[in-house]
């Protein structure tokens, strides 16, 4: 039974885990978390970024992890991730036309990323005379410092994604039976990214600098709160609006105005492109999204029925992993990664 890590480093929590693959048959073989080294993922210090590796091997360690080949995801937020539509070419003519298309998208010079796109739909399935072309440019210093924390962690990096093309993996099965276009938020610690499946596809990609970290700032300045209070508060009460008169659900307003505010706009853009379909379903991930009351938030808010991600289905898991079943948001981006075939 074949298998690799599928690594989250995260800038709050790194999670880890192993599904084996034989055949059509998946099977969870090991999974956990272990707290990031505060700040190390900002630093550019060879002692940080030994800190993570050390608790990345640490994590190996306790979830009993086998395989030495691993798939990372890196940082939605400083990785350009867009699905562009160009015209119909041949794959050596859009080989050699794709750097001209990435020059009007990618705010960086090209020389100073690795760049790779990945045909999602071809003009026959469009139905015009375009293609749509998944366009991925991520800098080749923060590869660079991924690639390195692995290397010193002594594994082998077989893959980089993004977390958004992460999580679309893992929840392909989840809405296998949803006849419409799902709409996917992946609620992070610092970012809260957005993506838009069309029949298992991805159709839309956005990701926006709100997250668990800036409601918990609100909490701070609105509340008074200081850090350890204001987690306390999220965590605990959410965004239940009968819990504590309203005050919480009031002081984190703005940021959830912003984040439902972008929803819309997708949906919108979404609507504008494909008149005669409708997204209906919303799922939520990562770990902001198991906050009491965020599903109800969000349904109420954008008008659209939403639910917890569930990356488990379709995967085999022991008695012993049970306790999982309500973490699902929490590992949907390495539970994608560890799905990815290599």
Request: charged share 20%; with cysteine.
């Amino acid at each position: 039974m074949k298998s690799i890590l599928g690594l989250d480093i995260g800038s709050h929590s790194i999670k880890l885990i192993e599904i084996g693959q034989s055949g059509n048959s998946r099977t969870l073989l090991a999974a956990g978390s272990i707290p990031t080294p505060p700040k190390a993922l900002q630093s550019t210090l060879d002692a940080d970024h030994q800190a993570v590796a050390a608790a990345i091997k640490q994590l190996i360690k306790e979830t009993g992890a086998k395989a030495n080949s691993v798939a990372i995801a890196l940082p939605e937020s400083q990785v350009f991730t867009r699905v562009i539509e160009v015209p119909a070419l041949s794959a050596h003519e859009l080989s050699s036309a794709i750097s001209w298309e990435a020059e009007q998208y990618v705010p960086l010079p090209l020389d100073q990323v690795n760049m790779d796109y990945s045909i999602l739909r071809d003009a026959k399935a469009t139905g015009t005379d375009k293609m749509d072309v998944l366009l991925v440019a991520c800098p080749k210093t923060l590869l660079e410092k991924y690639l390195g924390i692995i290397e010193m962690a002594e594994l082998i990096p077989v893959a980089a994604e993004t977390e958004i093309i992460a999580t679309s993996r893992a929840l392909v099965q989840s809405v296998a039976n949803i006849k419409t276009a799902v709409l996917l938020v992946s609620l992070g610690a610092q970012t809260t990214d957005l993506a838009i499946l069309r029949n298992g596809v991805l159709a839309f990609t956005r990701s926006i600098a709100a997250g668990g970290e800036a409601l918990s700032r609100a909490l701070i300045s609105g509340l008074d709160f200081n850090i350890n209070q204001a987690e306390e508060f999220k965590r605990t009460y959410g965004l239940e609006q009968d819990k504590l008169q309203g005050k919480i659900v009031a002081a984190v307003k703005p940021i959830m105005d912003t984040i439902v505010g972008e929803m819309k706009r997708a949906l919108a853009f979404y609507a504008e492109k494909h008149k005669d379909e409708r997204v209906e379903t919303i799922l939520l991930s990562g770990g902001t999204a198991k906050l009491p009351g965020m599903v109800v938030y969000i349904a109420q808010n954008v008008g659209i029925e939403a639910q917890l991600a569930n990356p488990w289905v379709g995967i085999t898991r022991d008695a012993r992993f049970r306790v999982l079943d309500g973490e699902g948001p929490t590992f949907t981006v390495s539970v994608g990664l560890s799905l990815r075939d290599f």
